[in-house]
């Protein structure tokens, strides 16, 4: 089993912090030494702590660990090309940048889970014929939709077509089966034959009823089907 990795977050306890502050500290004092020691160069650290009267310094002698500062400062002014620095800005200039970054990527998951892209290429003839139908059926309620709001705004000077709104919807969806299967669809004939009134011995004006509904009742259902 691998290590439990550490929250790295402020430890609560003021004793257990006083503690990993100690063994932490030892571990990287160890850590500059071998890296002082295996690769020839020169390593430096001052650690402060609000529980400690002096800081701890390495290397321990104060006189080569302040030709090592001023060496520093020379070359910084001299060259400053091939002195790399990383402050405080430069920490929460990485650290923001970090955070832009992952939020897109979750935004961009966020939208690619809302809205799916189907896989066209593994789909077969009759998948891509029904999404073709249901883009198509969607296309059209969208068209509808908007025509109800620039109705339901009451400006004049808008040309509306006279045709019920349900056969808009409707209709297209009658051209779309008679494109695949002509003899899905009736023809008029023979949908009048079949609602003729003799025939259900019902009388002329609820037959103009039933054949003309209301536009405002289908523009109720169409409204109530799109608010969302």
Do not use: W
Not at 58 to 67: A, E, G, R, S
Not at 94 to 116: F, G, H, W
């Amino acid at each position: 089993m691998g290590r439990v990795k550490i929250p790295i977050e402020p430890i609560n306890g003021i004793k257990k912090r006083k503690i990993t502050f100690i063994r932490r500290k030892e571990g990287m004092i160890k850590k500059a030494r071998e890296l002082s020691t295996l690769c020839d160069v020169n390593v430096s650290m001052i650690i402060c702590s609000d529980h400690q009267k002096s800081p701890d310094i390495f290397p321990q002698d104060p006189v080569k660990l302040n030709d090592m500062i001023d060496a520093y400062k020379t070359k910084r002014v001299s060259d400053p090309g091939k002195i790399k620095s990383y402050g405080v800005c430069d920490f929460f200039t990485d650290r923001k940048n970090k955070i832009e970054d992952e939020l897109v990527k979750a935004k961009k998951r966020n939208l690619q889970t809302k809205y799916p892209t189907p896989n066209m290429d593994n789909s077969s003839e009759e998948q891509l014929r029904e999404f073709a139908y249901d883009l198509g059926i969607k296309i059209e309620l969208l068209k509808l939709k908007k025509m109800l709001n620039f109705q339901n705004l009451g400006h004049q000077g808008f040309y509306y077509s006279k045709m019920p709104m349900y056969q808009n919807v409707f209709g297209n969806d009658q051209r779309m089966m008679q494109a695949v299967n002509p003899c899905l669809v009736m023809k008029s004939e023979d949908v009048n034959n079949c609602y003729d009134g003799a025939n259900f011995n019902l009388k002329p004006e609820m037959m103009q009823q039933l054949e003309q509904p209301q536009l405002m009742n289908m523009q109720r259902l169409l409204v109530s089907c799109f608010d969302y």
